[in-house]
Each structure stands twice: as C-alpha cells, then as structure tokens.
C-alpha cells in the first residue's frame, strides 16, 4: 500500500495522474498527461530545446552530438539498409513479399504504432512484419530476435526520415492502452525493483557507470539504433527487454502487449518530433 501510495504522489506531482475513466474527450486527456510528461523534462533541461530530444543523450552535450553527427556521415548501418530493402521485397515462401502484405515502404514507419479500432490493440511495426511473414510461410528469418528483422525495421525507418511522430487516441480504449503505458513506465521489476521512470526520468542525465542516462523523450523517433556495442540494429522492443533484464526480471514477451502499449505511450509524447532512425548509440 505504501508503495502505491508513494508511486500516486509521484505521477500527481508530475501530473500525470489518470483522468476519469470514462473520460468525455480521451484524446484531450491523453494530451493533458502527456504534456505533463513533457515538462517534467523541459524543465529539468531548459538548455536542451525540444526538436533535439530525438538525439538522445547526445543533444545534453554539444561535443558529443559533433563526434555523433561526424559519425552519421559514413554511417555503419547503411548495409543493414540495404539488406533490410532487400528482404522487404523479397518473396517468402507463398510467392509473396512482405511489401505485399504491408504496402509501400515510404511513410510506413510513420504510421506506428498505431492502436486498431477493430482488434482494440495496439499495433506494432515489428510485430506486423513477424506475423506477416509466419503467414506467408516463413517462421525463420523474420523473427522476433533475428537480426533480419532489425534490418527490415531500420529500411523502413529510413523511409519515414524527415517526418513527424504523429499518434493518435481515436477513442477510450486507446485511451486505456496509454493508460497502461503509461503504468509499465512507472512499475517496477526486478531484483533491482527499477522502473522505466526511475532511470530515464528521475535520474535522466546522471551517470550509471561510464553512461549517461537518455530521457524519456524521443526514444521513438530514433529507433531502431545501431548500437556499437552489439554491432547490429537493436529495435525499441530489443531494448525495452534488455532494460527489464537488467533489473534483474523475466522480460515480457517480445512485441507483447506489455511492451506495444509502453511504445505506444512514448510515442504519444514524441508527437511532433522527427523520425531520423536508425540512429547511432553505443
């Protein structure tokens, strides 16, 4: 009781405490939350403006976004680009491509994650492509850990580059999967008993070891990244299970709904922002 208690005084002081549950305008809700989300960061880091959160740590720190600008120039993912376009088109063992079950690659990105009126569910851009593929027959390549996958996502990202975050909360049963986004943000796991919130809000710009730890703002925008350390593209979904790991918990499942509705949250507050991924992170 004590620790709900203490979890409701946080999420009212940064305003972000629930509205009603039937709530006679659930975008306008959404968007009061939101905003309070917003300004808890923008006044902890008033130096940072608001377009650069899609630059991740890089943009608290003038020298380091130089050194990673210099380094989008000849950027290590561009293969994995071009193996992504390559595989997005290619014909699975039905004949067909995953083009043919999700459309044009240009804008698509731009689309997700999107909640479905008709299923009531978040919809994710990764778990579209695995279900795409198991059911054009392959239960392979495009999974839900393969590297293939991760190059496919980060085709399609470069194909949405330039253009804006942009999620919407058609009605109160998207409203309830922001809601629950919302409160995977905040619930803690693990032997560590860490949340999202503690690391990327509360203690957002601090060190952890040797790194600086990202905001919550603008995750959604740059994903999927080439992180150095694993020499590949690493979805949001790759991530949100790494972090759940190093608390010292079982991860959710992949493209679970745990994970959709955490997406579909930060995403909601990256509204407006630019996509640039794939991006480039250590």
């Known amino acids: 009781m004590k620790t709900l208690i203490k979890i409701t ?14 709530a006679a305008d ?3 809700a959404a968007e009061a939350q939101a905003q309070g989300f917003r300004d808890f960061f923008f006044k902890r880091f008033p130096d940072i ?4 959160y899609i630059y991740g740590v890089y943009a608290m720190n003038e020298d380091a976004k130089s050194q990673y600008e210099a380094l989008c120039e000849f950027p290590p993912y561009e293969g994995a680009i071009k193996q992504g376009k390559d595989l997005y088109a290619k014909a699975l063992p039905n004949g067909k491509s995953l083009k043919d079950c999700l459309g044009d690659a240009k804008g698509l990105r731009a689309q997700y994650p999107f909640f479905d009126t008709a299923t009531g569910k978040v919809r994710n851009l ?7 593929a198991q059911a054009y027959g392959d239960d392979k390549l495009i999974t839900e ?27 109160a049963a998207a409203l309830a999967a922001f809601e ?13 008993n860490l949340s999202c919130a503690d690391c990327h809000q509360y203690y957002s710009g601090q060190r952890a070891r040797s790194e600086t730890l990202s905001t919550g703002i603008g995750k959604t925008a740059h994903f999927p990244v080439w992180r150095l350390k694993d020499d590949g593209l690493v979805t949001l979904n790759d991530r ?5 790991r190093d608390t010292r918990a079982k991860p959710y499942k992949r493209y679970g709904e745990e994970f959709r509705t955490l997406e579909y949250f ?12 794939p991006a480039v992170r250590k």
């Open 240 to 244: 949100f299970t790494g972090c759940v």
């Open 180 to 192: 629950a986004g919302k409160a995977q943000w905040f619930r803690k796991t693990g032997q560590l």
């Open 49 to 52: 403006k608001p377009a650069d």
């Open 9 to 22: 005084a946080a999420a009212l002081a940064l305003g972000l405490a629930a509205p009603a549950l039937h």
């Open 145 to 171: 850990k393969s590297k293939e996958l991760g190059a496919v996502s980060g085709y399609l990202a470069s194909e949405s580059r330039g253009m804006k975050v942009d999620v919407s909360i058609p009605n």
């Open 266 to 277: 930060l995403a909601y507050i990256d509204n407006g922002l630019e996509i640039t991924g």
């Open 126 to 132: 990764e778990a579209d492509l695995i279900q795409c």
């Open 26 to 28: 659930p975008a306008a």
